[in-house]
T-cell receptor, first 112, second 114 residues
Framework: SQQGEEDPQALSIQEGENATMNCSYK?????LQWYRQNSGRGLVHLIL?????REKHSGRLRVTLDTSKKSSSLLITASRAADTASYFC????????????FGPGTSLSVIP | DTGVSQDPRHKITKRGQNVTFRCDPI?????LYWYRQTLGQGPEFLTY????????KSRLLSDRFSAERPKGSFSTLEIQRTEQGDSAMYLC????????????FGEGSRLTVL
């Protein structure tokens, strides 16, 4: 089963624009993570936000978390062609820190 | 340490054959995960280990799938009597026990069942 659902499924933008992806989840969580995957490769961790945090930044990435709405957003500012990839949110099950469940992902295309 | 490694990277087999994938996690990581990913989908949880103990196994996993982690080091995922629906990327990830939650993924093993 998938805990998170990303929106949109696919996003195409011009280089230099900002990209926003959203994630909704179903049960309470301890933390939420965002990962990136280039085609045919493994996933790479981008950022983790804990349930008691509302916003977090890492370079050109900004993540927000709204636990009341059970949703998170990932903003990539000043996008580059190299940002073209699939982005996944992942959550724990809320009762255990051990199991990590991924959503279906957003496919981002950044056009040079 | 060079990260999580998986072997083989690609496997083509005929329906009905058995296949085995190996994962070598980052050496100090005691948690190891297996996921399955099909094209255009997110990774689907299969199972995870803490040291040598298999703590959870997805209900989606049929009895044709088995995973082991002897001595809490490398892990193997075996699929018996493969079916065409088993064609997917099998991803392994590891994490430490420090409650950062971050998973470190290998490059995956792609299985094609003909």
């Amino acid at each position: 089963s998938q805990q998170g659902e990303e929106d949109p499924q696919a996003l195409s933008i011009q280089e230099g624009e900002n990209a926003t992806m959203n994630c909704s989840y179903k049960t309470s969580i301890n933390n939420l993570q965002w990962y990136r995957q280039n085609s045919g490769r493994g996933l790479v961790h981008l950022i983790l936000i804990r349930s008691n945090e509302r916003e977090k930044h890492s370079g050109r990435l900004r993540v927000t978390l709204d636990t009341s709405k059970k949703s998170s957003s990932l903003l990539i500012t000043a996008s580059r062609a190299a940002d073209t990839a699939s982005y996944f949110c992942a959550t724990d099950a809320g009762t255990s820190y051990d199991k990590v469940i991924f959503g279906p992902g957003t496919s981002l295309s950044v056009i040079p | 340490d060079t990260g999580v490694s998986q072997d083989p990277r690609h496997k083509i087999t005929k329906r009905g054959q058995n296949v085995t994938f190996r994962c070598d996690p980052i050496s100090e990581h005691n948690r190891l995960y297996w996921y399955r990913q099909t094209l255009g989908q997110g990774p689907e949880f299969l199972t995870y280990f803490q040291n040598e103990a298999q703590l959870e196994k997805s209900r989606l996993l049929s009895d044709r799938f088995s995973a082991e982690r002897p001595k809490g080091s490398f892990s193997t995922l075996e699929i018996q009597r493969t079916e065409q629906g088993d064609s997917a990327m099998y991803l392994c990830a590891s994490s430490s026990d420090s409650y950062t939650g971050e998973l470190f993924f290998g490059e995956g093993s792609r299985l094609t069942v003909l």
